[in-house]
């Protein structure tokens, strides 16, 4: 299937990408990250979201959405809320994936105000819609 890429060429190929002056996008880093996630790799993908940053790339919502399922899956509740503000700052609005796992963040963590903000955010008919 589509996700049985193999993780481990996905990651090299990102290195050899720039050895070679190609510079990766947004899309193969988070094709890199998906397959980390399909892997149950979350501590690479996390990884991987860091490294957006520091290739001078913008990261997409689908990045800031790998990176929070990375964070649930580790028991990262305060970084997947924390993820959840930085996406908010980038004006790119969070989808419902995204705000679903800002969800089980703050319900794990017992954030209970946000929780119920959240919460009634995914109730709203215009959750998850791209910001214009």
């Given at each position: 299937?589509?996700?049985?890429?193999?993780?481990?060429?996905?990651?090299?190929?990102?290195?050899?990408?720039?050895?070679?002056?190609?510079?990766p996008?947004?899309?193969?880093?988070?094709?890199?990250?998906?397959?980390?996630l399909?892997?149950?790799?979350?501590?690479?993908?996390?990884?991987?979201?860091?490294?957006?940053?520091?290739?001078?790339l913008?990261?997409?919502?689908?990045?800031f959405?790998?990176?929070?399922?990375?964070?649930?899956?580790?028991?990262l509740?305060?970084?997947?809320?924390?993820?959840?503000?930085?996406l908010?700052?980038?004006?790119?609005?969070?989808?419902?994936?995204?705000?679903?796992?800002?969800?089980?963040?703050?319900?794990?963590?017992?954030?209970?105000?946000m929780?119920?903000?959240?919460?009634?955010?995914?109730?709203?008919?215009?959750?998850?819609?791209?910001?214009?």
């Open positions: 299937g589509v996700m049985n890429i193999n993780w481990k060429k996905a990651l090299d190929l990102l290195p050899l990408m720039q050895r070679h002056c190609i510079q996008d947004v899309v193969s880093v988070n094709a890199a990250m998906s397959a980390c399909s892997r149950g790799l979350w501590a690479e993908a996390l990884e991987l979201f860091e490294g957006i940053a520091q290739l001078g913008r990261p997409s919502v689908v990045s959405g790998n990176a929070m399922l990375a964070s649930n899956n580790l028991g509740w305060q970084h997947t809320v924390d993820l959840l503000g930085w908010r700052s980038t004006g790119q609005g969070p989808d419902r994936g995204c705000l679903h796992a800002a969800l089980h963040a703050c319900t794990q963590a017992n954030l209970k105000e929780a119920a903000a959240v919460r009634s955010e995914l109730a709203s008919p215009a959750a998850g819609e791209p910001v214009r």
